[in-house]
């Protein structure tokens, strides 16, 4: 992530005014001055996501904390961990109720054939 200096060096150095002997900004070609314009709201779109996420680190630290401190992911780790162990058990069980179920139609088709011999 660059710096706050390093942002304003490379966004100021595109908005910079034209050295005297270039021609006049009226003069330059629209596909230049249209590609310049895009690179400026890229860097501006990306300069502002960078400060949004930083404002969101700063809003979950607590006083006393330190950024190390402050892991955003680190609640979701701990999501990803429990639901991994709930999809583990179930998963387990999912297989348990199909042993189940096959050893019941088992049962089943044994107790109808001897339904029909004894009949």
């Known amino acids: 992530m660059p710096s706050d200096s390093e942002s304003s060096s490379s966004l100021?150095?595109?908005?910079?005014?034209a050295p005297a002997s270039s021609p006049p900004p009226a003069l330059l070609d629209s596909?230049?001055?249209s590609e310049k314009m895009e690179?400026?709201?890229f860097q501006l779109r990306q300069v502002t996501r960078e400060r949004d996420e930083l404002r969101k680190r700063l809003a979950l630290s607590s006083p006393g904390t330190t950024f190390d401190d402050c892991r955003p992911n680190s609640k979701t780790g701990h999501d990803y961990e429990r639901l991994k162990l709930q999809?583990?058990?179930a998963m387990a069980d999912?297989?348990?109720l199909q042993n189940q179920h096959s050893s019941?139609?088992?049962r089943c088709e044994e107790a109808a054939k001897k339904a029909d011999f004894y009949q």
Not at 12 to 17: D, E
């Open 94 to 96: 999912l297989q348990s």
């Open 12 to 17: 100021s150095s595109l908005g910079a005014p």
């Open 104 to 106: 019941t139609l088992k």
């Open 31 to 33: 596909p230049l001055v």
């Open 87 to 89: 999809c583990m058990k």
């Open 39 to 41: 690179t400026v709201l």
